[in-house]
Each structure stands twice: as C-alpha cells, then as structure tokens.
Nanobody
Framework: QVQLVESGGGSVQAGGSLTLSCEASEYIYRPNCVGWFRQAPGKEREYVAAIYTGFATTRYSDSVKGRFTISQNNDKNTVYLQMASLRPEDTAVYYC???????????????????????WGQGTQVTVFS
C-alpha cells in the first residue's frame, strides 16, 4: 500500500520553530527519495528539501538552506522537516512526496520538477505570523 501521512503543522510566530513528520509505508520508504514541497496561496508548488533514505543524503532549496533540516528515522519509516527561524513567507501547505521509482541511489531532478513522478501526502498547513 502506498501511503504518506504528514503531521506537525500549525501556527508559529516569526523566528520560531516547527517540526513536520512524514510517515511512509514501507514499500515506498527505502531506499528511496522522500522530500518536502510547499504551496502558498496563489503560488506554484515549491521544492523545499529531500533525502535519499538509503544513504541519508540531503538536498535543500536555496530559500530554506541553513534554516531547515531534513532527517529520517528508519525504525519508524518517517522523514522529518525541522524548520527554524521561520518567516511569514514560509507560510504554506507543506506536502510530503516520495519518488515512484525507488532504488535510484539519489534524489534526481525528476523528483524535484515532475509532480507525476511522485507519490503525495495530503498536506499540512504551516502558518507563520509576524
């Protein structure tokens, strides 16, 4: 069964922190590319970060590098997104995604740029107020 379940969203003051969780069904968890995207109202979906669960290698967008950390817990088939120094412009629905083609060895550009190449979670709202 293919399943991605996000949790941990909420409202936080600018400068604060939140941690999102994405629990994946074992079939798609590893080794695979699992990551986070976000979409703000009226804007296109934006890539945030990804981790290849086989090697724990990570990638980040420039907009979150140094503030967000993606990590994994193999015992729980869960990927986390620790968000710090949050800004109002981080407000969005955050989606967890996993590559439909596991075992690639890394997170490739198809994961980042082609939505139909991924499985998607239902999303969790993050609101940052000033």
């Amino acid at each position: 069964q293919v399943q991605l379940v996000e949790s941990g969203g909420g409202s936080v003051q600018a400068g604060g922190s939140l941690t999102l969780s994405c629990e994946a069904s074992e079939y798609i968890y590893r080794p695979n590319c699992v990551g986070w995207f976000r979409q703000a109202p009226g804007k296109e979906r934006e890539y945030v970060a990804a981790i290849y669960t086989g090697f724990a290698t990570t990638r980040y967008s420039d907009s979150v590098k140094g503030r967000f950390t993606i990590s994994q817990n193999n015992d729980k088939n869960t990927v986390y997104l620790q968000m710090a120094s949050l800004r109002p412009e981080d407000t969005a629905v955050y989606y967890c995604a996993a590559d439909k083609e596991p075992h690639k060895g890394y997170c490739d550009d198809s994961f980042r740029y082609y939505a139909d190449h991924n499985y998607w979670g239902q999303g969790t709202q993050v609101t940052v107020f000033s």
